[in-house]
C-alpha cells in the first residue's frame, strides 16, 4: 500500500495517459521482481481505501484509462496462473519501461513507424528496427532510396551518394521534373542528395551510433517520405 502512496487524484488527472500509465506501473512494482503479478481491481481498491480515503470518480477513470492504456501497448498482459481476466503480470517490454528511461521513447518511436511504410522499406526496415538494430534500419531505408534512383536515372553502379543525387535530379537530369520551376528543381535536388549525405553516408563509411530510437525513426520516415515522391518520377521513367 506505501508504493501506491504518490498515486494521488492530482497527479493521475494532471498527466498525460502515457505518462500516468507509466508512473503506475512504476508504483505497483515497486521493490518487486520479474515474477510479480497483480490484479487491476485490487490495485484500484487500495487506492480507494488507503491513498485516496474514498470515492473519486474522476481518478479512478484516469487509472483505469491508463490501464487499458498498459494494455494496449503490451506492457502488461492477462496473468495466465490466475482465473479471470483481470489479473496481469509485466512484460519485457514494461519492465524495459519501469527500469530504463529509454523504455517510454521506444515505445513512442515505435509507434511512428505504425503507419503504412512504403513497400520498398515496409518489411525489412521496421523488422530491423523492432529489434532494436536502429542504425541498420535506418541506414536501409536510405540505402533502398539510394538504389531506387540509381535504376530509374539509368545510373550504373559506379554512381553513388551526393553525386548521384546530384547528378540525377538536376535541372535536365535524368529524374528533374521539367514542369517544376528551376528553384524547385534544385530544391528537389538538394532534398535528395542532403538525404543521403547526411543519412546514409556516414553509416556507410563508419559506425553510427543512434542512441535516440526516435532518430532513427524519423529518418526512416524520411526515407519514406522519398520513397512516395520517387514514385510520382517513376511512370515517367516506364
Known amino acids: 500500500m506505501v508504493k501506491l502512496d504518490g498515486l494521488t487524484p492530482a497527479l493521475l488527472t494532471s498527466l498525460p495517459v502515457d505518462r500516468r500509465a507509466v508512473e503506475i506501473l512504476r508504483a505497483v512494482t515497486a521493490g518487486e521482481g520479474r515474477d510479480f503479478f497483480s490484479n487491476r481491481w485490487n490495485v484500484l481498491n487500495e487506492l ?3 491513498v ?8 479512478a477513470r484516469a487509472y483505469e484509462e491508463a490501464y487499458d492504456w498498459l494494455v494496449s501497448h503490451g506492457l502488461v498482459s492477462r496473468e495466465p496462473s490466475q482465473q479471470g481476466p483481470d489479473w496481469f503480470f509485466v512484460t ?5 519501461v519501469i527500469e530504463g528511461t529509454a523504455g517510454l521513447a521506444k515505445l513512442a518511436a515505435a509507434e511512428r513507424l505504425g503507419v503504412d511504410l512504403h513497400p520498398r ?17 535506418a541506414f536501409l531505408a536510405m540505402r533502398e532510396v539510394e538504389i531506387r534512383v540509381r535504376d530509374l536515372a539509368g545510373a550504373s553502379p559506379g554512381d553513388l551518394g551526393v553525386t548521384l543525387m546530384k ?16 528553384g524547385e528543381q534544385q530544391a ?9 549525405g547526411v543519412f546514409k553516408n556516414p553509416s556507410s563509411h563508419r559506425q553510427v551510433d543512434f542512441e535516440d530510437p526516435t532518430l532513427a ?22
Do not use: C, N
Not at 522499406?121 to 534500419?137: C, F, H, K, N, T
Not at 547528378?167 to 528551376?182: C, I, N, Q, R, V
Not at 526512416?220 to 521513367?237: G, N
Open 52 to 59: 485516496w480515503h474514498g470515492t473519486e470518480p474522476a481518478a
Open 188 to 196: 528537389t535536388m538538394a532534398l535528395f542528395w542532403g538525404a543521403i
Open 121 to 137: 522499406i515496409a518489411e525489412r526496415v521496421r523488422s530491423m528496427y523492432l529489434l532494436g538494430e536502429y542504425e541498420a534500419a
Open 48 to 50: 480507494i481505501q488507503y
Open 92 to 96: 519485457d517490454a514494461g519492465w524495459e
Open 167 to 182: 547528378e540525377a535530379f538536376k535541372p535536365g537530369g535524368a529524374l528533374a521534373d521539367p514542369e517544376l520551376e528551376t
Open 217 to 238: 525513426s524519423e529518418i526512416i520516415l524520411f526515407a519514406d517520405l522519398l520513397h512516395r515522391m520517387l514514385d510520382r518520377v517513376e511512370p515517367t521513367r516506364a
